[in-house]
């Protein structure tokens, strides 16, 4: 069974810091690795999806790589603001079965001024 | 704006009452899916819709029902209410197996 881990739970950073956010997952069989944004009491928004045959994928400030051998996948992002604030889940569909998307439990972040 | 739209936005439902969450997407995806989100369990695949015409069950699909009617529309039906289903309802689509997720704004429901 496929399971999504998200180290760390939490983290509080001053703004302008890099940052990296790690996400695991013990299948390796997948079809693609997406990451998301969710702000408190609102939906989803998509930043970033990589597909199993790919690296990495950049968008602006965010940076995700991703090694399908190992497992991980980690988000960087770089010279953090206030307007980062939010829950960051890593999430991947798995290449077997019907089309589900297995989520881990996120990673809240908070930079401060 | 292309997108997913849910309605309603937010209810509080009695327990026993039929409540029926709607979720309409204009971008042609071919799947769609029905996510609820607890706290410190977080997101679960109710139903799931890989095609217009076809359905099925994900990881918590008791106590609900979904119909795939046509390409834009998956309604999810709450038959006889529980307050065990007290949560925020996500609908979700996808162009494909291996294409990235699109989440609407979610429903939030609660079950007195």
């Known amino acids: 069974k496929q399971e999504v881990t998200q180290i760390p739970a939490a983290l509080s950073v001053p703004e302008g810091e890099n940052l990296v956010l790690n996400c695991s997952f013990t299948d390796s069989a997948i079809y693609n690795l997406q990451w998301f944004r969710q702000d408190p009491g609102k939906g989803l928004t998509s930043l970033l999806l990589i597909q199993s045959s790919q690296r990495e994928q950049t968008s602006g400030r965010l940076n995700a790589s991703l090694d399908k051998s190992s497992g991980r996948s980690t988000l960087y992002i770089a010279a953090s603001q206030p307007g980062d604030s939010a829950t960051y889940l890593c999430?991947?569909?798995?290449?077997?079965?019907?089309?589900?998307?297995?989520f881990g439990a996120g990673t809240r972040l908070a930079v401060h001024p | 704006i292309a997108g997913i739209t849910q309605a309603p936005t937010s209810q509080i439902l009695a327990a026993g009452r039929r409540m029926t969450l709607r979720c309409t997407q204009d971008m042609r995806h071919n799947a769609m899916y029905w996510y609820r989100q607890d706290l410190g369990l977080g997101l679960r695949l109710i139903h799931y819709s890989n095609t217009a015409g076809t359905t099925g069950k994900g990881e918590v699909p008791d106590g609900y029902s979904v119909s795939r009617a046509n390409t834009d529309d998956f309604p999810l039906t709450l038959a006889s209410a529980v307050p065990s289903q007290t949560s925020v309802y996500f609908c979700?689509?996808?162009?494909?197996?291996?294409?990235?997720?699109?989440f609407g704004s979610g429903t939030r429901l609660t079950v007195v």
């Open positions: 979700a689509s996808s162009r494909d197996r291996g294409q990235g997720y699109t």
């Open positions: 999430a991947v569909t798995a290449s077997g079965g019907y089309n589900k998307l297995i």
